[in-house]
């Protein structure tokens, strides 16, 4: 049926799908994506400042033995910049790993969903959102990230809950080393799976966006229609420049010195310049536009010389305002010195034949 969306989406259909925000998108991407990347950079950070506290630490009890202000303003910043330099890699994740995140999944900016609509507050088009194929999909996505992250939480723990049972028996740094290396051990599993479902929800996303700005038959002929015009208007257009364009050539040819023709089907108009090179197409045409030429040569007391051959090579070789080609220098110098012995004996208008 042609009413069905059955066709592939046009650039333009994806450009306004993008400003209304049908887009392909997943939020948990980035949330997950920042906890997998905690989860790595968070062990260095926690190490950096265990060495930057000890530091401080053992210079403290200088400080005490020879308390001296300058000392202790010293060891203050000295401080301060290990403590910030233990936490720029968590800052830096906090401000890459969400812009890394949105880039992945592509950054469209929806303008169109900063205008007001009422739709958007519209409570019977929440129900229906509520009860649709989406929020049951959100749903079963819910209740799958549930199972998995509980199966994830399990296997990263299982070892630790019989040591913390016989904890009594361990030292206290050994103890919470342990609860830390499992506790950053979850977050990087949960980080990973997190990642994997956020990018299977992606997929989902997209998949279901690619249906939706599907489109019928006639929408991509309209689409075509209106991006590259109608032919009918195409075709007005193209003979309005067209006639613009003879009208320009018709008022240049004044300034011809000859005019060549074949002898009525094929007429090319030549002016020479030396200031400006080679002689030059200032018009041609066949047919009636080379009736029009030879009509305007006569009332403009041009002269027009029959060279059927030279005529036919200039028509197809030259374009208006070109040079002639250096293949026929020869020939048009010809013509042009005979042109130049009749006007020296009088009138050159009307007609005329080379001499072999």
């Given at each position: 049926m042609s009413g069905e969306k059955t066709e592939q989406p046009t650039a333009q259909k994806k450009k306004k799908a993008r400003k209304d925000g049908t887009v392909a998108r997943t939020p948990d991407f980035g949330a997950w994506a920042m906890i997998?990347?905690?989860?790595?950079?968070?062990?260095?950070?926690?190490?950096?400042?265990?060495?930057?506290?000890?530091?401080?630490?053992?210079?403290?009890?200088?400080?005490?033995e020879n308390p001296e202000p300058a000392l202790a303003l010293r060891l203050l910043g000295d401080g301060l910049m290990d403590g910030a330099m233990a936490l720029l890699p968590l800052a830096a994740l906090a401000v890459f790993v969400p812009i890394a995140a949105g880039a992945a999944q592509g950054m469209h900016p929806a303008t169109k969903l900063l205008k007001p609509q009422f739709k958007r507050v519209n409570p019977f088009s929440?129900?229906?959102?509520?009860?649709?194929?989406?929020?049951?999909?959100?749903?079963?996505?819910?209740?799958?990230?549930?199972?998995?992250?509980?199966?994830?939480?399990?296997?990263?723990?299982?070892?630790?809950?019989?040591l913390l049972m016989a904890s009594g028996s361990l030292p206290l740094g050994s103890l919470l080393a342990t609860v830390a290396d499992s506790l950053m051990e979850l977050m990087r599993w949960a980080g990973a799976t997190g990642v994997a479902l956020a990018a299977g929800d992606y997929a989902m996303a997209r998949r279901r966006t690619g249906k939706q700005i599907r489109m019928t038959k006639q929408e991509v002929k309209e689409e075509y229609k209106r991006s590259e015009g109608d032919p009918h208007v195409k075709g007005h257009r193209r003979a309005i420049q067209q006639e613009m364009s003879?009208?320009?050539?018709?008022?240049?040819?004044?300034?011809?010195?000859?005019?060549?023709?074949?002898?009525?089907?094929?007429?090319?108009?030549?002016?020479?310049?030396?200031?400006?090179?080679?002689?030059?197409?200032?018009?041609?045409?066949?047919?009636?536009?080379?009736?029009?030429?030879?009509?305007?040569?006569?009332?403009?007391?041009?002269?027009?010389?029959?060279?059927?051959?030279?005529?036919?090579?200039?028509?197809?070789?030259?374009d208006i305002g070109q040079e002639i080609p250096p293949e026929m220098y020869g020939a048009v110098a010809k013509v042009l010195a005979f042109i130049m012995t009749l006007k020296s004996k009088g009138s050159a208008a009307g007609l005329h034949r080379v001499a072999a």
């Open positions: 997998l990347a905690a989860g790595l950079v968070l062990p260095i950070t926690m190490r950096k400042a265990t060495e930057a506290g000890r530091g401080i630490m053992n210079e403290v009890g200088h400080i005490i929440g129900l229906k959102r509520m009860f649709g194929p989406q929020s049951l999909w959100e749903a079963t996505k819910a209740l799958l990230k549930t199972i998995v992250l509980a199966i994830v939480a399990y296997l990263s723990l299982k070892d630790l809950i019989p003879r009208n320009r050539m018709m008022a240049e040819l004044p300034q011809a010195d000859v005019v060549l023709v074949n002898p009525t089907h094929v007429a090319v108009a030549i002016r020479y310049d030396p200031a400006k090179g080679a002689p030059r197409v200032i018009a041609k045409g066949a047919g009636a536009v080379a009736a029009k030429i030879r009509e305007a040569a006569a009332e403009h007391r041009i002269p027009m010389v029959q060279d059927v051959p030279l005529a036919r090579a200039l028509h197809k070789a030259c």
